[in-house]
């Protein structure tokens, strides 16, 4: 955020929001089998690609890594949407900066995130009603 204007215009929020998304998947996508924990009893029975691969982790912190890439994606894919929704409110509808930051950024936001948290917390809470 080093420009003057830092956060000041739409286009910047959707991005920092996009940004901010990508970079949670990212980091749950690139630690790969590290959170899985240490013993897995049906590794043979999953038939897995790479079964030999490091495992440093335990059941909790391999929830936390399916978790943040179930929010991370779905935010991220929102958040791509969103943006060509604001160039086609731009430039397709014409629509002014004021009336576009007062009536319509507010769904820009809710909508990616409300996606993210949706597909976040659902599989986990199938997890703890076990």
């Known amino acids: 955020l080093r420009s003057q204007g830092k956060l000041s215009t739409i286009y910047y929020r959707i991005m920092f929001g996009m940004s901010v998304s990508d ?3 990212s980091i749950a996508m ?3 089998t590290w959170p899985s ?3 897995t009893p049906d590794v ?3 038939d897995l690609a790479f079964p030999d691969a490091p495992r440093f982790g335990n059941e909790h912190t391999c929830k936390a890594q399916g978790v943040l890439f179930s929010f991370g994606m779905p935010a991220n ?3 791509n ?3 060509c929704a604001y160039y086609a409110c731009k430039i397709a509808f ?3 900066h004021d009336t576009i930051r007062k009536f319509v950024e507010p769904i820009f936001f ?3 995130l409300a996606t993210g948290i949706f597909f976040g917390i659902t599989p986990f809470l199938k997890i703890i009603n076990r």
């Open 81 to 83: 949407v969103t943006l």
């Open 94 to 96: 014409r629509m002014k």
């Open 44 to 46: 043979n029975t999953f």
């Open 37 to 39: 924990p240490k013993i």
């Open 23 to 25: 970079i949670i998947a």
């Open 77 to 79: 894919y929102g958040f």
């Open 30 to 32: 690139g630690v790969t």
């Open 110 to 112: 809710v909508c990616p």
